[in-house]
């Protein structure tokens, strides 16, 4: 499994996670702020990487 893949996977976890938490809580309890925080960080990630390999297509 590539790099992308695993990125993928974590993201969806991530998302899931976040639903479950999420639910009957407010948006800035910690929890919430915690899990959201992971995903926009592997989100990042994982946009770096897609622009990295694009990048090294176009050259």
Do not use: A, W
């Amino acid at each position: 499994m590539d790099q992308i893949e695993e990125l993928r996977e974590i993201i969806e976890k991530l998302r899931s996670r976040l639903h479950v938490t999420s639910h009957g809580k407010c948006f800035c309890d910690p929890e919430i702020v915690k899990v959201s925080q992971e995903l926009n960080e592997v989100l990042n990630k994982y946009d770096n990487l897609i622009k990295q390999k694009c990048k090294g297509l176009s050259h």
